[in-house]
Nanobody, 114 residues
Framework: VELVERGGASVQAGGSLRLSCDSS????????VNWYRQAPGKQREFVAG???????NYADSVKGRFTISRDNGKKMVHLQMNNLEFEDTAVYYC?????????WGRGTQVTVSS
């Protein structure tokens, strides 16, 4: 399993970013995908997830602002982040669980300036 995150950048508060999780290099088909984030000095936390049946779930802190979606043709899962807040600053990681093991990408940095 190989996951590659893209799209991190520095933006001002109120701005938008779209992150992508690319699984095209994986030898298996990745279905359930989650986004996590880790801010400096804090534990990694769940942000959003999309399941095999396309059902989605979100952390309360991002509901209404973030949207997770899948592009099956390109084997990508996107995280559209709108109305970004300073507190969204973190390294964002893509995650999937395969055969009982968690797999992670290397992360992409999102920095929101107030």
């Amino acid at each position: 399993v190989e996951l590659v995150e893209r799209g991190g950048a520095s933006v001002q508060a109120g701005g938008s970013l779209r992150l992508s999780c690319d699984s095209s290099r994986s030898r298996i088909v990745v279905y359930g995908v989650n986004w996590y984030r880790q801010a400096p000095g804090k534990q990694r936390e769940f942000v959003a997830g999309i399941d095999r049946d396309e059902s989605t779930n979100y952390a309360d802190s991002v509901k209404g602002r973030f949207t997770i979606s899948r592009d099956n043709g390109k084997k990508m899962v996107h995280l559209q982040m709108n109305n970004l807040e300073f507190e969204d600053t973190a390294v964002y990681y893509c995650n999937t669980n395969y055969l009982g093991s968690d797999w992670w990408g290397r992360g992409t940095q999102v920095t929101v300036s107030s």
